[in-house]
């Protein structure tokens, strides 16, 4: 069966590329190196996310996940496991070095329990970022004012999250995302937090442009299924985002036309 692409017209555009996919997939906790390639192609992704902090960058083989990965996707590193905005600047640089690439995700992470970001030095490492050539995509709390600043001072995109990562929990304030989708112009991604199909329709349905995930499809029982789920519900939300919902309403409306009924007199 062909699952519908999105229309080249309704392109995700960050940073003046286009991707056809709306979903970013992460490339860890897959149980092996072919369940996370099959997962991948099902999604039907564009990019990909790997740790720096993570790789043996010395690997260059053809089996090493960059091996794997580099003439199929576009790469995009991220600072997973960095607390300082001096660790997060010293791994996009290395990053660079290593893989060509000036895009960075950027995690400054300021708890171990929650994952939640640290907002203060995440702003100072995306302001040495930016100076210092990179497109930033920042990962980020669901807080307009956080996110409204990254989007000023030039990120490509902000990337708050839904919940916390790795949770599942889906999108628990739905009313940030709506304000955050209000006050940016760049693309809002939503990263952290999608546990199934109907949390990413939900994000796109408020206006995200993409999803960034990894757990809900390498941790699901059939990653290869779920990440297909999660395709299809991306596109499946978008549709609906630009279709326009009806309003919601207190009491029934009623959806036959009234022009044209036969009269009750007539009846009796």
Aim: with cysteine; hydrophobic share 45%.
């Amino acid at each position: 069966m062909t699952v519908p692409q999105t229309p080249p017209e309704d392109a995700l555009v960050i940073a003046g590329r286009a991707f056809a996919s709306r979903l970013i997939i992460g490339t860890s906790r897959y149980s092996d190196p072919e369940t996370m390639l099959a997962a991948i192609e099902a999604s039907g992704a564009e990019m990909v996310t790997v740790s720096i902090r993570r790789l043996n960058l010395q690997d260059r083989s053809a089996e090493s996940p960059i091996g794997l990965l580099r003439d199929r996707y576009t790469i995009l590193p991220n600072t997973a496991a960095c607390f300082t905005a001096r660790e997060a600047v010293l791994t996009a640089k290395l990053a660079r070095e290593a893989l060509g690439t000036n895009w960075v995700k950027l995690e400054v992470i300021g708890d171990e329990d929650t994952l939640f970001p640290d907002v203060p030095e995440l702003l100072k490492a995306a302001e040495q970022l930016l100076a210092d050539g990179f497109t930033v995509l920042p990962y980020c709390n669901d807080d307009p004012v956080t996110c409204r600043k990254l989007s000023d001072m030039g990120c490509a995109a902000v990337m708050p999250l839904g919940a916390p990562i790795g949770s599942g929990m889906g999108i628990r304030n739905p009313y940030n995302l709506r304000i955050i989708r209000d006050q940016v112009s760049v693309p809002l991604i939503v990263d952290a937090g999608v546990g199934t199909a109907s949390d990413a329709a939900l994000a796109l349905e408020l206006g995200a442009d993409g999803i960034l995930l990894n757990t809900a499809v390498a941790q699901a029982e059939n990653p290869v299924r779920m990440a297909r789920a999660m395709r299809l519900a991306v596109e499946a939300g978008r549709l609906a985002y630009r279709a326009g919902r009806i309003p919601r309403r207190l009491y029934a409306a009623a959806s036959s036309p009234e022009e044209g009924m036969i009269e009750r007199d007539a009846i009796d």
